[in-house]
């Protein structure tokens, strides 16, 4: 379609996607999914007329701004949403199976055992800020480019989005929790048996005294999705973020990758994934990657063309 990227497309495509499968699987475990499949609907037509009025008003700068800008605002709704569809095709989560994995392949629960080994509240907060970075990262090396270079923000976009919307399809089909599941408190879910006994479950009082504990407890509190744990888009998109500034930002490669690397380790001690799903996110980024970039350079050339 005319003034359509490849961004377009893809967000398009999930939407519609999505919306297919609402309509087709929704049974009785979609509450309110005609209203669900209206906003997708709504969501169709809403990017395509801002495609074409940025297209026909190129100074505006309103436009212009939400035409670049509009799959990021979308990102926060597609994934609290796959916590509202993640029962169309599962009954309950997956978490059994991927405690049974973390304790084949370590012996124990990383997820437990890491904070336990490391209570002290300057540990925990170097996590916790590292896992609150993945917002940043997003954000600022978008906000970079954009300002930068418009081509290279355009490439990134594409390329986030495309790794995101792929998690997000496969949170739908494959729900798990996480470890929150085994605390009660946090999470309203039943701790499947393979559950590590309850006196292990215990949240280290120095480690809540920090400020980024908190601010994490309040963002989980209020934006967390049910069954978006594996693989974890965290490690995913942040080492995409990684990529793009060793593509385009050298001056901050480095201590990126850094931080990076950080987050990887803070999914696990931060309990908010197992052991398994950071490996798992970064093998999407190795899949998805390339071929993002494939598919963003040919529509790239054919629109050129």
Known sequence: MRHYRFIDYATQGYVAVVGLLILFLHGGTVPAWGWLLAA???????????IHAAAARPGNRALDFLRNFYPVLLYTGFYRETGMLNQMTATGYAD??????????????????????????????????????????????????????????????????????ACYLIYIFLPVIGPRILYSDLVPYTAPPEAPPAELWVWPAAVQQGPFYRIMAVIYEHFESPGAAFPSSHVAIALVTVYFSFRYLRAIRWPHLVVALLLCLSTVYCRYHYAVDVPA????????????NRLYHRFERRGAG
Do not use: K
């Not at 124990?108 to 907060?125: G, I, N, T, Y």
């Open 281 to 292: 996110g970064a093998l999407t980024t190795a899949v998805l990657l390339p071929l993002a």
């Open 96 to 165: 059994a199976v991927f405690i049974r994995w973390d304790q084949l392949v370590f012996g124990f629960q990383p997820s437990l055992e890491f904070m336990r080994a490391l209570p002290s509240v300057w540990v925990s907060e170097l996590f916790y800020a590292s896992y609150f970075s993945y917002y940043l990262m997003i954000g600022g090396v978008g906000l970079a480019l954009f300002l930068r270079n418009r081509a290279h923000f355009n490439h990134y976009v594409a390329v986030v989005s495309f790794v995101f919307y």
């Open 40 to 50: 997708h609907g709504a969501c169709l037509l809403l990017v395509h007329a801002l």
